[in-house]
């Protein structure tokens, strides 16, 4: 019973000598780091770029930013809380445009460089879906091959943001060929949004989505519609 007594004691005397002179030390040493270069690769710096052309003064563009910064578990039980907070913390938005006042984020931005995606990148696509759908923030993927056409990205952010204003376009309806008329959604899921509907309403209900762009090959989409 003495050695039992023995033992825990030099163990007990052990641990306190560990966190006093190793552990404390190691807390409070200053490590040397270097700086890891731009925040952006090249063709996500142009992008960023263009993003800022297309938002104007109308936007605040943020690149890189922790997911756990924008949103937040909803109503959870406490352990499920806890693993809900790990999944965004550990993961970012490429892009995000806020309100210029506020701060407030409007709209998500993914670019997809065309590459095929890895196992932990489709998690991580499956993730952001998710996130921005049960929070309500729209998200919009833009491809590589139209990261630089400021007019696009312009009529894509204009459909959620009412100040940007898109270069003037006549459209006609596909279905009895009348100009169409530009409408914004007083109800529904996409309250608020813009869109395109026949300007012979009600004898005509023919209606486009306000980002859709008619050329050979189709640009940037939006993900939550």
Excluded: W
Aim: aromatic residues 10%; proline residues 4%.
């Amino acid at each position: 019973m003495t050695n039992i007594f023995i033992i825990v004691a030099l163990l007990v005397i052990f641990f306190v000598v560990i966190q006093k002179y190793v552990i404390r030390q190691e807390s409070s040493k200053e490590y040397s780091y270097k700086k890891k270069g731009a925040l952006l690769s090249a063709s996500e710096s142009t992008f960023y770029h263009a993003l800022k052309s297309a938002v104007g003064e109308h936007g605040v563009v943020l690149a890189k930013v922790n997911m756990s910064n924008v949103i937040a578990p909803g109503r959870l039980k406490k352990k499920n809380q806890f693993a809900a907070y790990q999944r965004i913390a550990k993961n970012y938005f490429n892009f995000i445009v806020c309100d210029a006042r506020t701060l407030e984020p409007r709209v998500i931005i993914e670019l997809d460089d065309g590459k095929p995606l890895a196992k932990n990148k489709v998690e991580r696509q499956k993730l952001l879906l998710h996130v921005c759908q049960s929070a309500n923030i729209p998200l919009i993927g833009a491809n590589m091959k139209y990261s630089y056409q400021v007019g696009k990205l312009r009529r894509l952010l204009a459909a959620h943001i009412d100040l940007i204003e898109t270069d003037k376009e006549i459209r006609f309806c596909k279905r009895c060929g009348s100009p169409m008329v530009i409408k914004v959604a007083s109800q529904g899921e996409f309250k608020g949004r813009r869109f395109f509907t026949c300007s012979r309403q009600p004898h005509c209900t023919y209606t486009e989505n306000y980002n859709v762009v008619y050329e050979a090959e189709e640009p940037p989409q939006d993900m939550t519609n």
